[in-house]
């Protein structure tokens, strides 16, 4: 077995990350320093050891009910090690792990159980109850097992506990994993319609990981802190496999927490935290902290995206961080396709750094011809060496060549690159709104909201007007405490946005629609269009001058 000096010395040496797999990380560190704390899920600590014990355990189990290689093995689990250790002895058989959105109920989770084809359903007794009820639309489940308990009991399916599946004193397991070999199925939001599994290799994972260690960001003493799901790739790539390629730790909390960020960062000895853009600013318009101040300058890194220049200021000024680099743009499809290293000089403000290694990146117009430098268009990709992508969409041949026509994938994304090579983000394809012959960013639009000091958090997005065409709405959280009207912001916006984009609409509400990511739902807003709380700025009379 190679050790990670020695790989790290070659990959270090030619620029890009060796072909790896989840096996062959889990056997180096165990080998290399069996002791160290791996995983910290709010102060339950596990060694190297005690994960790759406990998941050969499981591995041993699952074996004896007949899970074998190819397989898939569906999961609902929580943030905590079990979500963990099972996703590893998936992996010690060969077989395909199935992580499943613990928010979905009813249809939604029904869906993707039965498209991901397992036999197998390991999940929280909560969410056990819930596949229970739509049971009889489940038709390949054999076995359910719950994590803390006994699953349900349902005809035709053998039930039990996770601790049933723990078969100790069992032998190590061959690793015979390939880079190449599919080792997950990670869903889509399924914002344009049904969530599709997206295949990805051991490699794939892998390259996330070993993208942090190769950017000089993650080093053996670091502890790699997220509040992300498990069942997404960016907890799994970047925290979890980020620390078992570099030895490090992964530190894990069940779910976000504003009020609990600083002291949880503080009680772990966080180094690098994994954020999503939205938790970003909010941690930044947080009231005072005391954990804040004493971890002042303590972080190394955070990454968000999107991540505004205006909250990057607030993090340097008020927590001391160092944020360059601190955003990139990926997918799960082909994880990071642009970033920064961390020793990297930051591009113009908006820009999430320039193509790496890894990625040959495009502007494409609608008809896939590559359009001039500083022109928005569609984001396309393809990469540059092998197992750094996914494989296609499970089960759905027609997605994957749509996506990928013309021999370049198509992200969906509307972005643009300049005349240094800097990318920037610009917008999702289907959020763009275009209004009076304009092509207006809401992606943009909503980094100029945040800045008005009412507004929490806001939502910009695209209402049908009565001509056909879009009108702009922003839909906005304002701060606890604060008075101000819907008059009142879009009054403000005749300042600060073109005249174009001046919201015809305005509407507060306690809380955005969000999924279990924390991922805006503007489908769902979209859908909304004008409601009864909806501000009309016609209708207001509200009128201003084009300039």
């Not at 190819?70 to 099972?86: C, E, S, Y």
């Not at 959020?431 to 939502?459: C, K, L, W």
């Amino acid at each position: 077995m190679r050790t990670l000096e020695e790989l790290l010395a070659e990959a270090r040496a030619t620029g890009v990350g060796p072909q790896d797999t989840i096996n062959a990380a889990l056997g180096r560190a165990v080998a290399a320093v069996p002791d160290k704390v791996f995983l910290d899920f709010g102060g339950d600590l596990h060694t190297f050891a005690d994960v790759d014990r406990a998941a050969t355990e499981l591995a041993h189990g699952l074996k004896s009910i007949g899970v074998e290689a190819g397989q898939t093995v569906a999961t609902i689990l929580d943030n905590n090690v079990d979500a963990v250790t099972v996703w590893l002895a998936i992996n010690k058989l060969g077989a395909v792990s199935a992580p499943v959105n613990t928010a979905f109920r009813g249809q939604f989770l029904r869906a993707q159980v039965h498209d991901c084809s397992a036999a197998v359903l390991i999940a929280e007794e909560e969410y056990c109850e819930r596949a229970a009820a739509v049971a009889d639309a489940l038709p390949n489940i054999r076995f359910m097992f719950g994590r803390t308990g006994v699953a349900p009991s349902l005809p035709g399916v053998s039930s039990g506990a996770l601790a049933d599946l723990r078969i100790k004193g069992g032998a190590a397991f061959e690793d015979t994993a390939t880079p190449d070999q599919l080792a997950m199925l990670v869903y889509t939001s399924g914002t344009t319609g049904a969530s599709k599994g997206c295949m990805v290799s051991h490699n794939h994972a892998c390259t996330m990981g070993w993208r942090g260690i190769l950017g000089k960001s993650t080093q053996p003493d670091d502890v790699l802190w997220t509040p992300l799901p498990l069942f997404h790739l960016n907890a799994i790539g970047v925290t979890v496999l980020g620390s078992l390629i570099a030895q490090c730790r992964a530190a894990i909390t069940p779910r976000f927490s504003v009020s609990q960020f600083w002291p949880d960062i503080e009680r772990s000895g966080a180094t690098s935290v994994a954020l999503l853009g939205s938790m970003a600013s909010l941690i930044a318009d947080a009231p005072d902290n005391e954990s804040a101040k004493r971890y002042f300058g303590k972080l190394r890194r955070v990454q968000a995206s999107p991540f505004s220049p205006p909250v990057v200021e607030l993090w340097r000024k008020r927590f001391g961080v160092n944020v360059s680099g601190a955003t990139g743009y990926g997918m799960t499809e082909a994880a990071t396709i642009c970033g920064l290293d961390s020793d990297q000089i930051p591009g113009p403000p908006g820009s999430s750094g320039m193509p790496g290694r890894d990625f040959e990146v495009k502007i494409f117009d609608d008809n896939d011809n590559e359009i001039p430098v500083n022109t928005p268009g569609e984001i396309v990709c393809r990469p540059r060496r092998p197992n750094i992508m996914f494989q296609g969409y499970w089960g759905r041949p027609a997605d994957t060549v749509k996506a990928w026509r013309n021999l370049w994938f198509h992200t969906g994304d509307i972005g643009r690159i300049d005349e240094n090579g800097y990318f920037f983000f610009v917008d999702r394809k289907k959020d763009y709104i275009r209004r009076r012959g304009e092509n207006i960013s809401t992606h943009e639009m909503e980094a100029v909201f945040r800045e008005h000091p009412a507004i929490q958090d806001v939502a910009v997005h695209a209402v049908l007007s009565p001509m056909g065409e879009d009108e702009v709405k922003v839909t906005a959280e304002i701060k606890p405490g604060v008075s101000v009207t819907e008059e009142e912001i879009c009054r403000w916006s005749i300042d600060h946005v073109p005249y174009f984009a001046v919201p015809q609409y305005v509407e507060f509400r306690e809380a955005l629609p969000r999924s279990a990511t924390g991922k805006l739902l503007k489908e769902q807003l979209r859908a909304e269009g004008v409601t009864p709380a909806t501000w009309d700025r016609e209708a207001a009379g509200v009128t201003f001058k084009r300039r």
